[in-house]
């Protein structure tokens, strides 16, 4: 039983159980913030659902409509989660600066060794 209660209590499962709830709530977001952008361009078209777009008896429009969605969502997280992400990670989470690795810190001790050897400064 203590197994199961390491398992359950453990953080990573929480963190995962609370990124999925939190994708859902957001997922919502997003399809209606798409619904609405679909409805703009449809108002500016004229057709706000492109699935009965059938040029020369090919039926097109379904997959139409899943490309313009499938952009419309990339581009809204991309721009309102991906690069707010990034730059506040950036300013409150500077990388560290990594230093020299260690295969190159042992060759610029060699040569400088072998400098000091020969007489050369």
């Given at each position: 039983m203590s197994g199961f209660k390491n398992f359950l209590l453990r953080g990573s499962l929480i963190e995962l159980a609370v990124a999925f709830i939190m994708a859902t709530a957001f997922a919502a977001v997003v399809t209606a913030t798409v619904a609405l952008i679909m409805d703009l361009i449809g108002k500016a078209g004229g057709t706000p659902d492109f699935s009965s777009y059938s040029?020369?008896?090919?039926?097109?429009?379904?997959?139409?409509?899943?490309v313009i969605s499938f952009v419309i969502m990339a581009t809204i997280v991309y721009f309102f989660i991906v690069l707010p992400y990034t730059?506040?990670?950036?300013?409150?989470?500077?990388?560290?600066?990594?230093?020299?690795?260690?295969?190159?810190?042992?060759?610029?001790?060699?040569?400088d060794l072998l400098r000091a050897r020969n007489g050369q400064v």
């Open positions: 040029p020369g008896g090919v039926s097109v429009g379904a997959w139409l409509t899943a730059k506040a990670k950036e300013r409150y989470f500077p990388a560290e600066d990594t230093g020299t690795p260690a295969d190159v810190a042992v060759l610029e001790e060699i040569r």
